[in-house]
């Protein structure tokens, strides 16, 4: 079976390479620069881009399964991938969708939902790697994290345990129409992440926490629009219930129990020292 896997550079799409490969199959990548992706040679990368529709076609030939991913144009918008793509993917002749979902419902979901593919959404309430993309170049430049609402406490996963449950509902039967809630195996705040970093690299790191006017001019500055921003600071300072309730999915679909934030530390170690 041959799989489209879209953000297959991303924190969740390398390791759902990975691991479809591991399992023998066919896996087509795409990436908007696929001499840069650095993907296993097993892999076929072709060229295509999520919000330009059109340039998916070529990618669609011969495809039965689809991972797909939120997207966008421009660094700090919010992700909205046009519905456009899911009624060519429908076209296509693509039988299974996997669609990782960051709000649970909009037009994309519902153009899955009416396209006549078997589908599944997973929703993960928070990304352990979040931590490498924020924090990385604080810790290893000025030994210190200045976060808004560090001592909320929510149940971030591993990015290889989306990976893990993606790959079995892309091949498994018994997940159509399914909405799967996805999570960590424990409630962990920013404060307590950074002092398992600073434990991890062997140093302390100074720990700041925001004010939201504060956190506001910081994502302002690094371009992200009014209406994520809002999104944030709702996120770090009151997060719903599906945020801060531990959920078993993980183990349930994979079989395995999900990572603990201590073990992702320990695999990305190196990237704070």
Known sequence: MTILVTGATGTVGRHLVEQLLSKGEQVRALSRNPERAGLPPAAEVVKGDLMEPASLIPALTGVQAMYLFPSSDQEGAALETPPEVVKLVAEAGVQRMTYLTLYGSGPVEEAIQASGMQWTFLQPVGFMANALDDWQAWVRKKGEVSVFGGHVRTAI?????????????????????????????????????????????????????????????????????????????????????????????????????????????????????
């Open 157 to 273: 996963i591993h990015e290889a345990d989306i990976a893990a449950v993606a790959s079995v509902t892309l091949l498994e039967p018994g997940h159509h129409e399914r909405c799967y809630t996805l999570t960590g195996p424990e409630l962990i705040s920013p404060q307590e992440q950074v002092a398992l970093i600073s434990q991890a690299i062997g140093r302390p790191i100074a720990f700041i926490s925001l004010s939201e006017q504060e956190a506001r001019a910081r994502w302002e500055d690094q371009g992200y629009d009014e209406e994520t921003i809002a999104f944030f600071v709702e996120m770090n300072s009151t997060p719903p219930e599906i945020a801060t309730t531990v959920a078993p999915t993980v183990e349930q679909i994979t079989g395995r129990p999900a990572q603990s934030f201590a073990t992702w530390v320990e695999q990305h170690r190196q990237a704070f020292l």
